[in-house]
Nanobody, 113 residues
Framework: QVQLVESGGGLVQPGGSLRLSCAAS???????MGWYRQAPGQQRDMVAT???????NYADSVKGRFTISKDNAKNTVYLQMNSLNPEDTAVYYC????????WGQGTQVTVSS
C-alpha cells in the first residue's frame, strides 16, 4: 500500500508559479503517477500523468504551462505550474496506480489577485 502526501499549494497571483510535490511512502517505480484537480462544484479532472515508461499526458488546458516529473530516488512526483490563471484554482490531488488506485488528501491552489 502506498500513502501519498501533497505539499506546495497556496495562494498565488495570476501569472505566477507554484511547484507541487507528492511524497510517496514507498517506491513509485512501476507506478503510473499523476495529478488531478477539482474545483468547487466540478468533477475531478486529470491534469497530468507520467507512466513508468516515461510517457506523459497533459490536459489541453495546461499544456505548455505545467510540467510533471518524478524523482524515483526520493519517491516524489512534482508538478511545476507556470503562468497560472484563476481557472487553475482547485484542490490538486496526487494519484498513483498499479493494480489499484491511490490518492493523496489534496492541496489547495488558489490563483487570485
Amino acid at each position: 500500500q502506498v500513502q501519498l502526501v501533497e505539499s506546495g499549494g497556496g495562494l498565488v497571483q495570476p501569472g505566477g508559479s507554484l511547484r507541487l510535490s507528492c511524497a510517496a511512502s514507498g517506491s513509485i517505480r512501476g507506478y503510473t503517477m499523476g495529478w488531478y484537480r477539482q474545483a468547487p462544484g466540478q468533477q475531478r479532472d486529470m491534469v497530468a500523468t507520467l507512466n513508468n515508461f516515461g510517457r506523459i499526458n497533459y490536459a489541453d488546458s495546461v499544456k505548455g504551462r505545467f510540467t510533471i516529473s518524478k524523482d524515483n530516488a526520493k519517491n516524489t512526483v512534482y508538478l511545476q505550474m507556470n503562468s497560472l490563471n484563476p481557472e487553475d484554482t482547485a484542490v490538486y490531488y496526487c494519484y498513483a496506480t498499479w493494480y489499484r488506485d491511490y490518492w493523496g488528501q489534496g492541496t489547495q491552489v488558489t490563483v487570485s489577485s
